[in-house]
């Protein structure tokens, strides 16, 4: 195999550099950009430098992102609570949902504050809870014909005690589920 001809090393310049002047060392690259061959006048008694960082400043009203993510708890839970009593089963995604929504809205609303988090996450406990006490009542309502309303308000203690009788690690693992959504809501938030 044969390769094309090279052309010849000139002595201390570079083969593929063409039709360049040689320069000295410390020549010029190119014309001055500044008027007059002067640098740019300096801020600062050394030079000046980058300025000082500006301070940080929390984003959002954290009172109002409180409200608001108690707000979207309780809708949440109102449409947790309907997925439970039309499927008769409970499901781990809406659970998530009901964390995710309940974060996402408190953060976008209170910012980054450490506190919108930390009441999401109750909040979004609550959530899940109210959700399932109304699909409680739902099934209870299908099942005996019982108001849902009157469920909720007048017989709530049996609603409540039938409730902590079907407790299990699913209950808690949607518990959980919850509290992930509401940090990651939050977080994807602010």
């Known amino acids: 195999m044969s390769y094309p001809a090279q052309p010849p090393q000139q002595p201390g310049g570079n083969p593929y550099a063409q039709n360049q002047p040689p320069q000295g060392f410390g020549a010029p690259q190119g014309p001055n950009q500044f008027p007059g061959g002067q640098f740019p006048p300096q801020q600062g008694q050394f030079g000046g430098g980058f300025p000082p960082p500006q301070p940080v400043r929390p984003s959002g009203n954290v009172g109002a992102g409180v409200l608001v993510g108690l707000l979207v708890a309780l809708v949440t839970a109102g449409i947790y609570g309907a997925v439970i009593g039309m499927l008769e089963a409970e499901v781990g995604y809406a659970a998530i949902g009901v964390g995710f929504l309940t974060g996402l809205a408190a953060g976008k609303v209170g910012g980054r504050s450490p506190a919108v988090m930390v009441f999401a ?7 899940v809870y109210l ?3 109304l699909g409680m009542a739902i099934l209870v309502n299908k099942a005996m014909g019982a108001g849902v ?3 909720l308000t007048e017989h709530f203690d049996l609603l409540n005690q039938g409730w902590k009788e079907e407790l299990d690690f699913m209950t808690f693992l949607f518990f959980a589920l919850a509290v992930v959504g509401a940090v990651s809501g939050a977080k994807k938030a602010s």
């Open 149 to 151: 309303v009157s469920m």
């Open 131 to 133: 959700g399932q006490m």
């Open 121 to 127: 996450s109750v909040f979004s406990l609550l959530g």
